[in-house]
């Protein structure tokens, strides 16, 4: 079981999107609260304004998180995370992106556009294990 285990969730929300819709997402699949973000308003290289969206979990909160996301995802995408452990991971941390579309519609897939971004970090001492780390990451959660 891993002990240290961190969450970050990144989302970078448009004017033309419904952020209450966001938030009602992350309650509903991995309970965490809108009171769990910090929001940040920006304006967009267009003057147009952006809302940033953050969160860090840790500790049981991480491990929830965790949990509930892997009870979502189908066999093939979690064999597909093993794979991409060396491709997805710096320093401790693996990174990973979901079609922010398809969150609010309840359902996990991996994209690379429109996304909402997570890093999930645990301490890795030697890199050579990390591969290691993050599959007992994956698979001790499901347990």
Do not use: C
């Amino acid at each position: 079981m891993i002990n240290k285990l961190e969450i970050t969730i990144d989302v970078i929300v448009h004017a033309t999107e419904n952020i209450s819709k966001i938030f009602q997402s992350f309650k509903q699949i991995f309970n965490v609260e809108e009171e769990d973000f910090t929001i940040t308003e920006t304006t967009g290289y267009f003057e147009n304004p952006i809302i940033l969206i953050n969160s860090r979990l840790i500790k049981k909160q991480a491990k929830i998180f965790m949990k509930n996301f892997l009870e979502l995802l189908s066999t093939t995408q979690i064999n597909e995370l093993v794979e991409d452990i060396e491709k997805n991971t710096e320093d401790s941390k693996f990174y990973l992106r979901l079609d922010k579309q398809e969150l609010i519609n309840g359902k996990l897939i991996f994209s690379q556009k429109d996304t909402v971004k997570i890093k999930i970090h645990t301490p890795i001492y030697n890199k050579k294990d990390t591969r290691k780390i993050f599959s007992q990451v994956f698979e001790s959660q499901l347990n």
